[in-house]
């Protein structure tokens, strides 16, 4: 029974993403619990608990990618499970919030679908909600439990750092990332520009001006998420047409929907950069595209919940350019 600061702790994974869970599990000493997952012939979902939670801590780990509905009824239907198993807390590891993107109404009588999975989570007997680079910070407060939104700068940080680039501009795509390519930039001591572009339908864009000098620099597209990837294309294209030597791109969660991989490998990114927060097919696996491991950073995570310690020393940066890494 493994038991972590004096607490009976389990850690279970459900089929969005094992490798994920596996990572996470080996970063903070203990075997992944005992469960399966079953899709009958009609659609419905059975999910079973094979060893006592009792009185434990439990950990599930479920981004809650495509299929998104399937991914997240298997969340919810173990939840419940565990709950009539009388476990202690559920504590829900959710590295990808799906319906993320649905958190304000756009247009009248549109649904806040974010605000919606919240409620179904919190209704389910979730007691903590961890997730990774949320796209909306006010996601936050569609919950009335704790929630903890880690970010995967540090992460790509590290990794462009590595690679010694000169000359570096970080590029935010819209106006609604400029924060995220501020905190890359400070990170990367580096200006930043933005892509001032409109959005004529759902997964389409149009860019209409780039606002910061990107002549003979080093590009890099930083975004929260990447889906069919027109976005993060189309930009790379307004970079080197306005004279940028070369592009580069870091996303925390790679959907890399429909034809996105296509769209990357003939696009000017000379790497596409992104963590293992959603599991990836075989055929997505491409030679521009990097995949960076969130597993150890979430297990510290998991970690210092345990310990009740805070979670702000994952995220406080000091660099040491003799190292070239984040401290």
Known sequence: MPVLNGKKVKLFSLNANRELAIEIAESIGIELGDCDVLHFADGEINVSINETVRGHDVFIVQPTSAPVNDHLMELLIAMDALKRASAKTINLVIPYYGYCRQDRKVRSRQPIS??????????????????????????????????????????????????????????????????????????LNAPIAIIDKRRPEANKAEVMNIIGNVEGKTCVLVDDIVDTAGTLTAGADALMKAGAKAVYAACTHGLLSKNACERIENSPIKEMIITNTIKLSDEKYTPKIKRLSVGSLLGHGILRILSDEPLSGLFTYSYDPSKRELL
Request: charged share 20%; hydrophobic share 50%.
């Open 114 to 187: 974010a605000k919606l999975v919240a409620d179904l989570l919190t209704a389910a007997g979730a007691d903590r909600v961890i997730c990774m680079d949320l796209h909306a910070a006010q996601i936050q407060g569609f919950f009335n439990i704790p929630i903890d939104n880690f970010m995967g700068l540090p992460i790509l940080a590290n990794y462009l750092l590595d690679k010694n680039l000169e000359d570096v501009v970080i590029v935010s795509p819209d106006h609604g990332g400029t924060t995220r390519a501020r905190e890359f930039g400070k990170v």
